[in-house]
């Protein structure tokens, strides 16, 4: 089982290109989220979707966008780089199974901007 | 305030030794908790998840606290392998895709 998979795992940008992190799921899971993660410290929700079509803002939404047209694919894009969105970009799924909430994490995509 | 907030750490102990995490939440609705386990530069993977009544895995010990609201993990004999960051993560009653996760308390064995 690939379970979560993330692509790129490492991405340099200049301030100001954008791009998209590529996140996939086979699991069926209908629960997906991003998460960024700086040096030290915990995980801050960007967005997350709880089915295909909808989407929604975590804890710093600003500067990125998500969309979901699959249940497998959850994409994020930045869309204009800037030096703090320098951090360890994690996506992770989850069933919406009320006995199974738990999350499976991707392997991570260390983005640095410059 | 912090939704959920986690003791700072590091923590250094002996091969051996019995060691305690705490993880506050604020919001007294939450419904699921969690904790998981995260190695240098690798990616969180779940260790438990914490129920009402308490959970035991081998020498892991997960227990609840609604009251006070806080839930704990309790290594027993810890491992040199055990030396990690452990994350704890919270999620509502009415957003059941959104969680909440703590800093992280790290977590270095000792021979």
């Known amino acids: 089982n690939a379970g979560v998979t993330q692509t790129p795992k490492f991405q340099v940008l200049k301030t100001g290109q954008s791009m998209t992190l590529q996140c996939a799921q086979d699991m069926n899971h209908e ?73 499976y994490f991707g392997p991570g995509t260390r983005l640095t901007v410059t | ?27 007294s609705a939450s419904q699921s908790f969690f904790w998981y386990r995260q190695d240098c530069r690798k990616e969180p993977k779940l260790l438990m998840s914490v129920y009402s009544s308490g959970n035991e895995d081998g020498r892991f010990t997960a227990q609840l606290n609604r009251a006070s609201q806080y839930i704990s993990l309790l290594i027993r004999d810890s491992k040199l392998s055990d030396s990690a960051t452990y994350l704890c993560a919270v999620k509502g009653a009415t957003n ?16």
């Open chain 1, 31 to 103: 629960y997906m989220s991003w998460y960024r993660q700086d040096p030290g410290m915990g995980l801050r929700l960007i967005h997350y979707s709880v089915g295909a079509g909808i989407t929604d803002q975590g804890e710093v939404p600003n500067g990125y966008n998500v969309s979901r047209s699959t249940t497998e694919d959850f994409p994020l894009r930045l869309l204009s780089a800037a030096p703090s969105q320098t951090s360890v970009y994690f996506c992770a799924s989850s069933s919406g199974s009320k006995s199974s909430y738990e999350q």
């Open chain 2, 96 to 111: 059941a895709g959104k969680s909440t996760f703590g800093d992280g308390t790290t977590l270095t064995v000792k021979p």
């Open chain 2, 1 to 27: 305030r912090k939704e959920v907030e986690q003791d700072p750490g590091p923590f250094n102990v002996p091969e051996g030794a019995t060691v305690a995490f705490n993880c506050t939440y604020s919001n």
